[in-house]
């Protein structure tokens, strides 16, 4: 998921990293959100999920939000949260 995400941020116009909450998330958060899989962070709902993609609107010039967290491949009901 690392390449990936790295040449999607870096190659695709309009893509856009996560910004995780300065001294709350780790760093590592940039690029997994782990908003899905962790139950106390997808509590929080959408609007906390979107807040980290603060560019990422209708009208701007980021137009694609990555998030490549791996665990949403492994863990059965994800597929149901994500979508």
């Known amino acids: 998921s690392s390449s990936l995400w ?3 941020v870096t190659q695709v116009e309009g893509t856009l990293k996560a910004r995780p909450t300065p001294g709350l998330e780790p760093g590592y958060f940039v690029k997994e ?3 899905f899989d962790q139950d106390e962070r ?3 709902g959408m609007a906390f999920y979107v807040s980290h ?3 990422c609107t ?3 010039r980021a137009r694609y939000a990555i998030d490549a ?3 949403y491949l492994y ?3 994800m ?3 994500v979508h």
């Open 6 to 8: 790295f040449d999607l």
């Open 33 to 35: 959100q782990h908003f």
């Open 42 to 44: 997808f509590r929080q």
């Open 53 to 55: 993609y603060p560019t």
């Open 58 to 60: 209708r009208g701007a």
């Open 69 to 71: 967290t791996p665990e």
């Open 75 to 77: 863990f059965p009901g």
């Open 79 to 81: 597929a149901a949260r």
